[in-house]
């Protein structure tokens, strides 16, 4: 199996062994180093998350595995557009599985109730990583005070968890948490754009800097 790690190329037999090697290489390569670890490309399918478990499964057929960094901006941009996906599709879901609850069709303890609570997690996950940068967007906190409320929402459903109250359960889940979530949507939207505009600024001036300085070099004394 082939690491490639930054242009450096690494043979590791295909034991699960290795992604400690693998994660080893990365940490080393992030030290004093303006980029981010992104993710693991292994056979061109983009791993995100959950590396070990996937290699588990997949060790055996993994033929080459890279390690992809980002900038900054670029990790904050792509972990947001990530989250603005899930986002999007667990909107809708909410809301059918409220009329599910309403109308008896499920209850608390849905499988539907431990993905939702799964996903949850998985959004404050991608927040802590962003807020964990030394350097974060701008307006940053307004995203992070939403998501800090939707944690709040959830931590307080405890006694509804322990009674099992479905109703209360879809109460919350439509006037509460779906709000939340409409909110941190809106928010993540609004800070992409920002954080897009400004890559595309930084490289229209880095673009003129290039040109200018070929200009001078063909730039003759009179």
């Not at 490639?4 to 940490?27: G, H, P, W």
């Amino acid at each position: 199996m082939k690491f490639v790690i930054q242009r450096k190329v690494y043979e590791f037999n295909n034991k699960s062994e290795a992604l400690q090697s693998m994660t080893d290489l990365v940490n080393n390569e992030l030290k004093n180093k303006g980029y981010y670890f992104s993710h693991f490309n292994v056979d061109n399918t983009s791993v995100f998350d959950s590396y070990e478990q996937y290699f588990e499964e997949n060790f055996q057929s993994v033929e080459r595995v890279e390690a992809v960094f980002k900038t900054a901006s670029e990790f904050v941009i792509e972990s947001l557009h990530s989250m603005e996906s899930y986002v999007e599709r667990l909107l809708p879901e909410i809301k059918i599985f409220v009329e599910e609850l309403y109308s008896s069709e499920a209850d608390i303890g849905s499988n539907k109730t431990l993905q939702l609570l799964e996903g949850i997690q998985w959004i404050h996950r991608v927040i802590k990583n962003i807020d964990q940068l030394e350097v974060r967007p701008k307006d940053w906190n307004n995203l992070l005070i939403s998501v800090t409320s939707l944690e709040m929402v959830v931590k307080n459903m405890e006694e509804v968890f322990k009674n099992q109250d479905t109703i209360v359960f879809a109460d919350v889940l439509q006037y509460e948490i779906e709000p939340l979530l409409i909110d941190i949507q809106n928010k993540q939207q609004q800070l992409s754009m920002k954080l897009e505009l400004e890559m595309v600024q930084i490289e229209n001036i880095n673009y003129l800097r290039k040109i200018s300085r070929k200009l001078e070099k063909y730039e003759r004394p009179l």
